[in-house]
Nanobody
């Protein structure tokens, strides 16, 4: 049984930082692209970042470029999202996801991801 478990969310003031973690079990995460999406109230699920299995290529959504950093530790089956310079508009539930990786996969499309975590709430106060 595949499980992705996010942690590290919480309440932070604008300008602050948080680090999210996603621990994977039931799959060998080194074979999957690992991504983060977020969904605010009444919003679509939005692409945040993805890292390919080797870690050699990373993609970011435009709204988080330069502020967020995704990384992975395949030995620990864990992916991280370091979030800096947080803004109130970053408030959302953040989801970890795993996708079968192949060259040209649609990393920004939530439908490309096979497994999802339950989400962790991030709230940024102004």
């Amino acid at each position: 049984q595949v499980q992705l478990v996010e942690s590290g969310g919480g309440l932070v003031q604008a300008g602050g930082s948080l680090r999210l973690s996603c621990a994977a079990s039931g799959l060998t995460s080194s074979m999957y692209a690992m991504g983060w999406f977020r969904q605010g109230p009444e919003n679509e699920r939005e692409f945040v970042a993805t890292i390919v299995p080797s870690g050699s290529t990373i993609y970011y959504g435009d709204s988080v470029k330069g502020r967020f950093a995704i990384s992975r530790d395949n030995a620990k089956n864990t992916v991280y999202l370091q979030m800096n310079s947080l803004k109130p508009e970053d408030t959302a539930v953040y989801y970890c996801a795993a996708a079968n990786y192949f060259t040209g996969f649609y990393y920004y499309n939530k439908n490309a991801y096979k497994y999802w975590g339950q989400g962790t709430q991030v709230t940024v106060s102004s």
